[in-house]
């Protein structure tokens, strides 16, 4: 059992926990996830890791209720337990195993939506914490909705808030914002992009435009976590990839965003999961390392 330290409602139908979790707060790094069950019988719902404390033994992480699964996590108080808490898996940010003297010399832009500002901050958080400064544009539809302003505002270099209805910040979508500080003089040498898939297609389509390498994470179209589920299968660069056991962050530039979001939606309906199954054969699933979906 995994006992909940702290809960609490950020916005509406998001909700922050800080779960005992010894061992994977001593192992996990930036662009990590892991996999909660509320209790025995409950679905496996994938979260990537908001924030960890290796001394207190502590993972964070963030939600949003999508189904079922998560409203019946949203339930769960302080002083409860999930029964299952699995991870660190997936593969680690590539900056983490960069040189940090390399990485000062970089200019780096984070390009946080929505709920995607969870998965961001570990990882400007890090950056922080060996001297590194990046920019930050965190986007919400709304001022209502934004979350964890504070925290990234005190581990960012620059922030820069944007809200589509111009309620909070700068208004406009985060793209809008992209192309703004490149008008305004600034050069950036890398963009992470972490938020909705239309979200994160179109800062590529406009990052590739102005020649800024991107990476995406596509924790969002996770369902299993394992890669046996062939949920999260995706074309990246021409090659069958799984987000959960390959990534989940890749080249932003080679993702093929529009075949990702159709299976997205064929994938909620158990006619399409059969559909796209008997569809995709072999390459199907991807994390048994036996069908050669990985490859």
């Known amino acids: 059992m995994y006992k909940i330290l702290e809960a609490k409602e950020l916005t509406a139908n998001i909700f922050y926990m800080v779960v005992e979790a010894g061992r994977v707060a001593k192992n996990c790094q930036p662009g990590q996830f892991v996999i909660v069950r509320s209790d025995d019988f409950a679905e496996r719902i994938p979260l990537t890791i908001c924030d960890y404390d290796r001394e207190k033994e502590t993972v964070t992480i963030v939600f949003q209720i999508v189904g079922a699964a998560t409203h019946q996590m949203a339930l769960l108080k302080a002083g409860d337990s999930f029964s299952d808490l699995v991870g660190p898996l997936g593969c680690a940010s590539e900056f983490v195993s960069e040189d940090p003297e390399t990485l000062k010399r970089k200019k780096m832009l984070f390009v946080a939506g929505g709920v995607g500002t969870a998965p961001v901050y570990p990882q400007v958080k890090w950056l922080h914490n060996h001297g590194i400064a990046a920019d930050v544009i965190v986007g919400a539809k709304t001022k209502e909705l934004l979350i964890l302003e504070d925290e990234m505002k005190a581990v960012a270099g620059n922030l820069y808030v944007t809200t589509d209805d111009g309620s909070y910040g700068r208004s406009g979508m985060v793209t809008q914002t ?35 390498p991107t990476i995406v994470s596509l924790n969002p179209i996770m369902v299993d976590g394992t890669g046996m589920c062939g949920a999260c299968r995706v074309t990246v660069g021409g090659k069958v990839k799984f987000a959960c056991v390959d990534g989940p962050e890749f080249d932003g530039h080679l993702v093929n965003f529009d075949e990702a979001m159709q299976r997205q939606q064929i994938y909620k309906t158990e006619e399409g999961r059969a559909f796209l199954k008997a569809k995709e054969k072999d390459t199907h699933h991807g994390g048994c390392g036996n069908c050669g979906g990985s490859d």
Do not use: Q
């Open 178 to 212: 992209i192309s703004d500080l490149v008008k305004e003089g600034h050069h950036y040498d890398v963009c992470v992009a972490i938020g909705p898939m239309i979200m994160m297609k179109f800062v590529c389509k406009l990052t590739k435009e102005l020649e800024i």
